[in-house]
């Protein structure tokens, strides 16, 4: 069964400090990964884009990297502000059936 | 460009009620879809349309209609509503069905049914 599995499911950081959200996924075969922010009361936001042969891509203060061998993938966010407090949800596509399989996503809070 | 726009923002409904939740974009894409957003779970895929006139069911259909009359326009109809169906509603536009488009999101109808 396709599933994409995201941790932790929350999670509090002091503004300023570093954090790594986590996804695990067993779609298969495997299109893309893709990371959304969806900040309180907003849509999601497409982040970044991961397809097989990509190990790490960054947009500003975020980088997401992809294990295609672990079927893991991870986002790091540097030196985080106030702002960063949302929800982030990873997304695997399925190559067959033009599938989506969405994570239930972590929930970030910045603290200042 | 006003991206996608939902309407309403919220709605309350008793159950048996019927309801059509509205969604709009400007961008030209040929991709729409629906999707339910509920605590603890993952974006569910409601119905999708790849083109004006072209509707298909996603994950969870039922109880829920589509139509696709023009490019802009893709709205939702509740049947009758059940509190099953309390939930957040998101449209989503793409420039393509292809897995490559990211979607562009509206920022939700938030829905409860009593």
């Known amino acids: 069964k396709n599933q994409v599995e995201q941790s932790p499911q929350s999670l509090i950081i002091l503004e300023g400090k570093n954090c790594t959200l986590q996804?695990?996924?067993?779609?298969?075969?495997?299109?893309?990964l893709r990371w959304y922010k969806q900040d309180t009361g907003r849509g999601p936001v497409s982040l970044t884009i991961?397809?097989?042969?990509?190990n790490t891509k960054s947009n500003g203060r975020y980088t997401a990297t992809l294990d295609a061998d672990t079927k893991q993938s991870s986002l790091h966010i540097t030196a985080s502000q106030l702002s960063d407090s949302a929800s982030y949800i990873c997304?695997?596509?399925?190559?067959?059936?033009?599938?989506?399989?969405f994570g239930a996503g972590t929930i970030l809070r910045v603290k200042s | 460009n006003a991206g996608v726009t939902q309407t309403p923002k919220f709605q309350v409904l008793k159950t048996g009620q019927s309801m059509t939740l509205q969604c709009a974009q400007d961008?030209?894409?040929?991709?729409m879809s629906w999707y339910r957003q509920d605590p603890g779970m993952g974006l569910r895929l409601i119905h999708y349309?790849?083109?004006?006139?072209?509707?298909d069911q996603g994950e969870v259909p039922n109880g829920y209609n589509v139509s696709r009359s023009t490019t802009e326009d893709f709205p939702l109809r509740l049947l009758s509503a059940a509190p099953s169906q309390t939930s957040v509603y998101f449209c989503?536009?793409?420039?393509?069905?292809?897995?490559?488009?990211?979607?562009?999101f509206g920022n939700g109808t938030r829905l409860t049914v009593t």
């Open positions: 991961m397809t097989f042969s990509e």
């Open positions: 989503a536009s793409s420039y393509s069905s292809s897995l490559d488009s990211p979607l562009h």
């Open positions: 349309s790849v083109g004006a006139g072209i509707t």
């Open positions: 961008m030209n894409h040929e991709y």
């Open positions: 996804c695990n996924y067993t779609v298969s075969p495997f299109s893309n």
């Open positions: 997304v695997v596509s399925a190559e067959y059936g033009n599938k989506l399989v």
